[in-house]
């Protein structure tokens, strides 16, 4: 891999979701075992997150929804997003 592809794919979405039936999901990007830092603390709940509008969006305990999808709650503040697969390359 080149140095160019390696930058441009080392960049995150602006958003960015793990559920396959969102518009925001990547499967390219979720692939490299993205890590979420919110308020400095790591999250290992977030279903999907957006950087400029600084919010996340986490999984509420186990509650489900009428549909069985996991119940979520918004919350807002600094988000970090990182590979963890950094270190190995």
Known sequence: MNEASKTM???????????????????????R??????????KTNVEEYC????????TAGNAKDRFGNPLTIKV????EPYFRDKASS
């Open 9 to 31: 794919s080392d960049q995150f979405p602006d958003r960015l979701s793990v559920n396959p039936s969102s518009p925001y999901y990547n499967e390219e990007i979720l692939a």
């Open 33 to 42: 075992d993205v890590g979420i830092r919110f308020k400095g603390v790591e």
């Open 51 to 58: 950087i400029s509008e600084g919010w996340v969006r986490v």
């Open 76 to 79: 807002h503040g600094p988000v």
